[in-house]
């Protein structure tokens, strides 16, 4: 079992950063691949970035490519998600997820824990 907390959401003008941090429960946090997905309101769940176990392999939404990154220190069972170049559109929930399994996934459905989710409001 696996518990996740979301943090360093909040309100920022675009073009501006914000880095969010997903803490993770448990002694086997490297066996787990990672992601972070987002959903604006009326719109589906979609991936933003995904991380394999060791952090060597990552993956990205089209729309995020280039402005967001996504990393992970398996020391403090931690990942983060730095992003840069803001804009109004993504603005969201976002939510860190774990799969049960060291491979990289984009599909929410091969997620096993959720965390409750942090929000994210970019201003025009």
């Known amino acids: 079992q696996v518990q996740l907390v979301e943090s360093g959401g909040g309100l920022v003008q675009a073009g501006g950063s914000l880095r969010l941090s997903c803490a993770a429960s448990?002694?086997?946090?490297?066996?787990?691949?990672m992601g972070w997905f987002r959903q604006a309101p009326g719109k589906e769940r979609e991936l933003v970035a995904a991380?394999?176990?060791?952090?060597?392999?990552?993956s990205y939404g089209d729309s995020v490519k280039g402005r967001f990154t996504m990393s992970r220190d398996n020391a403090k069972n931690t990942v983060y998600l730095q992003m840069n170049s803001l804009k109004p559109e993504d603005t969201a929930v976002y939510y860190c997820?774990?799969?049960?399994?060291?491979?990289?996934?984009?599909?929410?459905?091969?997620?096993?824990?959720w965390g409750q989710g942090t929000q994210v409001t970019v201003s025009s």
């Open positions: 991380i394999n176990w060791s952090g060597a392999t990552t």
């Open positions: 448990g002694r086997t946090f490297s066996s787990y691949a």
């Open positions: 997820a774990a799969r049960s399994t060291r491979i990289i996934s984009s599909y929410a459905n091969n997620y096993d824990y």
